[in-house]
Structures are given as C-alpha cells and as structure tokens.
C-alpha cells in the first residue's frame, strides 16, 4: 500500500511540474516552462542599442498567472546597484527595505497591482533590473534562476 501511494505522489508531482526548454535571446538564455511566452525587444524605448527588455510570462483565460520583465539599460547616473534600487524603491507603494542577495539589491512592493520582487544590478555603463509577479505561484524564482547571460556583459550583471 506505501508504494502505491508512493507512486501515486510521484506520478501526480510529474504531472504538475511542466517541463521547460532553454530558450536563447540576444542577452540571456533561459529554462522557460511549457506554456511560457517570450517577448525580446532591443532599443524598446528609444531604439538605441543598449537599451533592452526581455518579457517572459504565463496568460491563463482570464489574466496574467506570472511576469517576468527584464531590463538592460545605460547607467547614465554611473550610480551602483544599491543607489539605483534605493531610488527605485521611492517610487513604489509599499515596498520591504533593500537586501543585497548576490550581486543584485532586492526589495518586494506591489506594481500594477501584483506583489512584485524587483532585482537590481549595476556596473558602470549598465544597469539591470529583473521584476516577476507571481500571483498564480508558477514558480517565477526558477524561471530568473535559470537565466544565463550569454555576453560578458550580462554575465557579469547575473553575477554569474
């Protein structure tokens, strides 16, 4: 009978947990989960080449289940990544106080309505900021876990 229920936990576990396919963009790689869109847009705001947005999310019927917005943009300020997530954190309702998690500032508040956990990273000429809601709970710490910085550049910015 423990088997059963044994194999029972391991086949619903496996039926739950969707598989996910490396995805290559331009800056990153990425473990994206079956049913997962992407959208990259390079120069997304102005057209200028060091500015850059990855979008990686789940839409169920009726809205958005997970988000995961990424951006590379010019350090113009030269600020560090502590300075720029402080300033960025002034701006949003409800936000925790900042923690250094690696080589990134973190910092939750909610966003267009949703709790969302802002990353931040920085070096001279790039500033890098990861946003994922999840209010479904699809797992979207897995998801920027997985990414991968396929220039030195972003690379460096993972901090890995």
């Known amino acids: 009978m423990r088997h059963i229920l044994l194999a029972l936990v391991f086949l619903l576990t496996a039926a739950v947990?969707?598989?996910?396919?490396?995805?290559?963009?331009?800056?990153f790689a990425v473990d994206l989960p079956d049913g997962w869109t992407s959208d990259e847009r390079p120069g997304f705001q102005s057209?200028?080449?060091?500015e850059y947005?990855?979008?990686?999310?789940?839409?169920?019927e009726e809205a958005v289940e997970a988000h995961i917005t990424i951006f590379i943009l010019p350090n113009k300020d030269k600020m560090?990544?502590?300075?720029?997530?402080?300033?960025?954190?002034?701006?949003?309702?409800?936000?925790?106080?900042?923690?250094?998690?690696?080589a990134m500032w973190t910092f939750r508040s909610r966003a267009m309505a949703m709790e969302t956990l802002t990353r931040v990273s920085a070096d001279d000429a790039r500033?890098?900021?990861i946003m994922e809601q999840d209010p479904a709970g699809l797992g979207t710490a897995k998801v920027v876990e997985s990414l991968r910085g396929l220039t030195p550049a972003s690379?460096?910015?993972l901090g890995r």
């Open 17 to 27: 947990s969707a598989p996910a396919a490396e995805k290559t963009f331009s800056q």
């Open 47 to 50: 057209g200028h080449p060091d």
């Open 53 to 60: 947005m990855l979008l990686l999310g789940k839409r169920g």
């Open 80 to 102: 560090d990544a502590r300075t720029f997530a402080s300033r960025m954190r002034e701006m949003q309702d409800a936000p925790t106080d900042l923690q250094q998690e690696g």
């Open 127 to 129: 500033i890098l900021i």
């Open 155 to 157: 690379k460096a910015l």
